[in-house]
């Protein structure tokens, strides 16, 4: 069904801005509750933001709460990242993924997922 590839990410200083995408290749995009997450080296997979369906409910992870902001076109099949006032804590392989019913922002509960794209920060 739908494939998911990451675009966007870079070395980027900190207090800078980026904006990530995600590119679906489906009409039933429209269908899946998509999330972004992310993996630092040495460290588990972790959530980062969700968004339903639609786009009307979004979700955070308290470390970016009121810097990232996740949203999408269904439209487009496209998902997006925008990421500012990035901290070198930020520095990590960055996935998009959907799951087709509700889910909560964990890796285990998403079924589809893109390859990654990579994001440094550092100052």
């Known amino acids: 069904q739908v494939q998911l590839v990451e675009s966007g990410g870079t070395s980027v200083q900190a207090g800078g801005s980026l904006r990530l995408s995600c590119a679906a290749s489906?009409?039933?995009?429209?269908?899946?509750?998509m999330g972004w997450f992310r993996q630092a080296r040495g460290k588990e997979r972790e959530g980062v933001a969700g968004?339903?369906?639609?786009?009307?409910?979004?979700y955070y992870a308290d470390s970016v709460k009121g810097r990232f902001t996740i949203s999408r076109d269904n439209a487009k099949n496209t998902l997006y990242l925008q990421m500012n006032s990035l901290k070198p804590e930020d520095t990590a392989m960055y996935y998009c993924?959907?799951?087709?019913?509700?889910?909560?922002?964990?890796?285990?509960?998403?079924?589809?997922w893109g390859p990654g794209t990579q994001v440094t920060v550092s100052s």
């Open positions: 993924a959907a799951v087709q019913q509700a889910a909560l922002l964990r890796p285990s509960d998403y079924t589809y």
């Open positions: 489906g009409y039933t995009f429209s269908r899946f509750r």
């Open positions: 968004i339903s369906t639609g786009g009307a409910s979004t």
